[in-house]
């Protein structure tokens, strides 16, 4: 075990650099960087994140490159280059940012006065209330309506809650908070909910139950529509995984000797049946965490992870979309190794050791 857990932490190493070369390059490779978007604003041109996407402002890019460059004082282009440090070749900026990365700095934001740690940390905590609450909540609803179903497989039960699943899978998580906020907020009938934020503006003045009380309100609609857009995949799947275990040839045989369902259940089933669950934890955790969170941030006025990286993507602000890419990684290498070696606790008779990473 110890010779397959240095392999799979040696291994993260090409797998990280590989993945960081490859995105530096198909970002070098897109129009309108930092510098063509600071000569776009000298010479009065909207470059904001609406107008980057809608496209209304006439190539935002090429504007600042072509007429840019040409119509302000070269020395002033060469100090605007030096301050993103672009007056160094590709390679060299990559490897720099390679090195610095090896150290864990990350650099300062090119728009933001602050850096790409800080900026991490100061979003950190609405990205983790909605990663780990939702997950949590998911995981506790789809489990046990998974088994739940696969034993009562073809009933009513299993029949009328597959045509719910199918529905909250059809609506998208984004739609679902808006219909939440029409509801619930104020929008059109009760307003019960708040809108904005993750706490009140008088939170530090509250006692702690009340923090609490206040925290889990302001949760509760953004939770809601993650939950809701989330639970129908880990349903059917936990509900396949434990229907292909209980028609298995082991549980006729622990039935035939006269064992309890529950026992069949819980004390054969369930050790295999859960093996694919905790497979895909990791990658269910890292998209409701960082990834899955944008729109919904945006829809509740969640300032998270997930709304930082889009705008980093969007304004070319390299070094915050680097450096969340490489932690959001490490962390998703990482937690891919821990669930392996949760499988052994499920079930000891998997052996790493004889099989190749």
Do not use: C
């Not at 030096?82 to 990559?94: E, N, S, T, W």
């Not at 009140?200 to 939770?223: G, M, N, Q, R, V």
Request: no cysteine.
């Amino acid at each position: 075990m110890a010779s397959y857990i240095l392999r799979r932490l040696l291994l993260i190493i090409p797998t990280l650099l590989g993945i960081m070369v490859v995105n530096f390059l198909i970002v070098q490779a897109a129009p309108g960087g930092p510098v063509e978007q600071m000569l776009a604003k000298l010479q009065g041109h909207d470059v904001s994140a609406t107008v980057r996407i809608s496209g209304s402002s006439s190539d935002v890019a090429t504007q600042g490159e072509s007429r840019g460059r040409q119509g302000l004082d070269p020395e002033l282009v060469r100090k605007i280059e030096i301050m993103y440090g672009f007056d160094k070749p590709a390679h060299q900026r990559l490897f720099d940012m390679l090195v610095n990365y090896s150290r864990f700095d990350f650099g300062d934001s090119f728009f933001r006065n602050a850096s790409v740690i800080d900026l991490i940390k100061e979003k950190m905590p609405v990205s983790l209330s909605l990663g780990i609450w939702s997950t949590l909540i998911i995981y506790l609803i789809s489990i046990p309506l998974g088994i739940k179903k696969a034993v009562s497989h073809g009933s009513r039960f299993d029949l009328w809650s597959s045509a719910m699943i199918i529905i909250s899978y059809a609506i998208p998580g984004f739609l679902f908070a808006i219909i939440l906020i029409v509801l619930f907020a104020g929008g059109s009938y009760f307003d019960l909910f708040p809108l904005r934020g993750l706490t009140s503006a008088d939170f530090a003045e509250l006692s702690t139950i009340e923090k609490i009380f206040d925290y889990f309100w302001h949760l509760a609609l953004p939770l809601t529509a993650y939950t809701i857009g989330g639970f129908a995949t880990l349903t059917m799947l936990t509900k396949n995984s434990f229907l292909d275990e209980i028609n298995k040839q082991y549980v006729i045989t622990a039935r035939a000797k006269g064992l309890e369902e529950k026992q069949v259940l819980y004390g054969h089933v369930f050790r295999n049946g859960m093996l694919i669950i905790i497979a895909g934890f990791p990658s269910a955790f890292l998209s409701m965490f960082f990834t899955g969170s944008m729109l919904i941030e945006v829809i509740f006025s969640l300032d998270g992870l997930g709304l930082l990286g889009f705008e980093a993507a969007i304004n070319r602000d390299y070094p915050v979309l680097f450096g969340t890419l490489f932690i959001f990684t490490l962390m998703g290498l990482i937690m891919k190794l821990i669930s392996d070696l949760v499988y052994i606790l499920v079930d000891p008779r998997i052996d790493f050791e004889s099989r190749d990473v």
